[in-house]
């Protein structure tokens, strides 16, 4: 079991990888199809699979968005865009 979550972490942190490329790269439509992915997963995914989605994926690719001053409210679908929220809210940001 350890080895699988261990998996599914350094996949989810390859995705943010290849969301953040797309962005940096220009390539908006591929984001938002990486993002959209990311939510139908974060939607039916078991519960390893959200936590990573949540923990890694929504971290990375919102950090890297916020660091770079991208307005994230028009590429994050609605469902990863509350789990973004959350995030802020628990920080105290």
């Given at each position: 079991?350890?080895?699988?979550?261990?998996s599914?972490?350094?996949q989810a942190e390859r995705f943010?990888?290849?969301t953040k490329k797309s962005i940096i790269s220009g390539n908006i439509v591929r984001a938002k199809k990486c993002l959209a992915l990311?939510?139908?997963l974060f939607i039916t995914g078991s519960i390893e699979t959200k936590n990573a989605i949540s923990n890694v994926y929504v971290f990375s690719v919102?950090?890297?968005m916020e660091m770079r001053h991208c307005n994230i409210s028009h590429l994050f679908p609605?469902?990863?865009k509350a789990?973004?929220?959350k995030q802020v809210n628990?920080?105290?940001v």
């Open positions: 079991m350890k080895t699988q979550v261990t599914i972490y350094k943010a990888e290849i990311a939510e139908r919102s950090s890297f609605q469902t990863l789990e973004y929220i628990a920080s105290g």
